[in-house]
Nanobody
Framework: QVQLVESGGGLVQPGGSRRLSCAAS????????MNWYRQAPGKERELVAT????????RYADSMKGRFTISRDNVRSTVYLQMNSLKPEDTAVYYC?????????WGQGTRVTVSS
């Protein structure tokens, strides 16, 4: 079955960087678009970034452009989110997402806290 496992979260100082990983299994990873979402305390879940199946096309939410980079390794079935110049408002639980046969699959999330 589809499984998404995020890792890499933690406490980061403002202006710092963090790389998140999402290991995927249970489907043909290289055939599917992958997404990163996040949910801040008290807010709705929002789309952070999207990457096409072979990585040639990436899209970002406006507030992340120029600071975040999504990438993927189709050999390792892993999608990454490199986050730079982190701000306190980036504090959230970050989720990996797959839409597969019309159903959304989510990992358990990894928490990123940006604070001094």
């Amino acid at each position: 079955q589809v499984q998404l496992v995020e890792s890499g979260g933690g406490l980061v100082q403002p202006g710092g960087s963090r790389r998140l990983s999402c290991a995927a299994s249970g489907f043909t990873f290289s055939a599917y678009v992958m997404n990163w979402y996040r949910q801040a305390p008290g807010k709705e879940r929002e789309l952070v970034a999207t990457i096409s199946s072979f990585g040639g096309d990436t899209r970002y939410a406006d507030s992340m452009k120029g600071r975040f980079t999504i990438s993927r390794d189709n050999v390792r079935s892993t999608v990454y989110l490199q986050m730079n110049s982190l701000k306190p408002e980036d504090t959230a639980v970050y989720y990996c997402n797959l839409r597969y046969y019309g159903k959304d699959y989510w990992g358990q999330g990894t928490r990123v806290t940006v604070s001094s």
